[in-house]
């Protein structure tokens, strides 16, 4: 069975310092995948997909960029991160055909705090 | 761009009690939705989803209605326990362009023991 990785669970940074976000996915292959994020009691912003290595469409221009340097493996990064930065970060991946269609499925989020 | 709305933000039920959650949508060429459950510091979870050529399916306590003329599907929660409690979201997909779905803001379900 498919499974994806989210780390950390919980991050807390300070304003202008790096973010590394990791995503991992088992049991598929050329996923896509995607970020999203959600601020708290709010729905889900798509950030970032990507349709295979080194594929990344960009949803909302903001300081945060994306990378799928492996298959099963999408990372969300910035150089410095903002207080608005702060939220529940999502990754997702499309598979799993259900009624002909291949359904959506989350990883477990990160939670990112940005003082 | 796309809009997926939920028409309460908050429902509280008691236990026992059928619930059920709503959701309007914009894109009439949206074919494929999704119910996802979101409990408190969770991803969400997929329940149940449905295409446009069928207007309800079933799950285990869960039935998901779709109302294409006036764009709505609805979440329907049987014998609704305490577990149940979460946010609820509707997404939408179309088939040309199915690599995004796009989400409503979400109906937060209290169920009361």
């Known amino acids: 069975s498919q499974t994806i990785h989210q780390w950390p669970a919980t991050l807390v940074q300070p304003v202008g310092s790096p973010l590394s976000l990791e995503c991992t996915v088992e049991g598929t292959s050329n996923p896509n995948l995607y970020w999203y994020r959600q601020a708290a009691g709010r729905g889900l912003q798509l950030l970032f997909y990507s349709v295979g290595i080194g594929q990344i469409s960009s949803e909302v221009p903001q300081n945060l960029s994306a990378s799928r340097p492996q298959d099963r493996q999408f990372i969300l990064s910035s150089k410095k991160l903002l207080l608005s930065d702060s939220g529940f970060y999502l990754c997702?991946?499309?598979?799993?055909?259900?009624?002909?269609?291949?359904?959506?499925?989350f990883g477990p989020g990160t939670r990112l705090l940005v003082l | 761009g796309e809009s997926v709305g939920l028409h309460l933000p908050t429902l509280s039920v008691q236990e026992g009690d059928n619930s059920i959650i709503n959701c309007a949508y914009s894109n009439s060429a949206s074919d494929y939705f999704i119910w996802y459950k979101q409990e408190s510091g969770k991803g969400p979870q997929f329940i149940i989803d449905i295409r446009s050529n069928m207007d309800k399916r079933q799950g285990q306590r869960v039935t998901v209605l779709l109302n294409k003329t006036v764009k709505h599907l609805s979440l329907q929660i049987a014998a609704t326990q305490p577990g149940d409690s979460a946010v609820y979201f509707c997404?939408?997909?179309?088939?040309?362009?199915?690599?995004?779905?796009?989400f409503g803001s979400g109906t937060k379900l209290n169920v009361k023991p």
């Open positions: 997702a991946w499309i598979g799993g055909t259900s009624g002909g269609r291949e359904t959506q499925y």
């Open positions: 997404a939408e997909n179309q088939g040309y362009n199915f690599n995004k779905f796009y």
